[in-house]
């Protein structure tokens, strides 16, 4: 990390909202090798926590979504 990049290694001066932000985060995905299925089983796995407590906050027009 540099001086220029913050501790999430954004540029210091990006915001969420960026689009010169989320189009170098684009670039960089699409440069990625795919997943494997045991990594997208790991991830799943998880997130599976996350998800399911979401899920239980919804609200039935979102569940239903």
């Known amino acids: 990390m540099t001086a220029e990049t913050d501790t999430t290694g954004r540029p210091a001066h990006a915001k969420h909202g960026d689009a010169a932000y989320w189009a170098r985060v684009r670039r960089i ?25 979401l899920r239980q906050q919804a609200t039935p027009k979102e569940k239903a979504a």
């Not at 997943?35 to 399911?52: N, W």
């Open 29 to 53: 995905v699409d440069a990625a090798p795919p997943l494997s299925q045991e990594q997208r089983a790991t991830i799943r796995a998880a997130l599976a926590p996350a998800v399911t407590a």
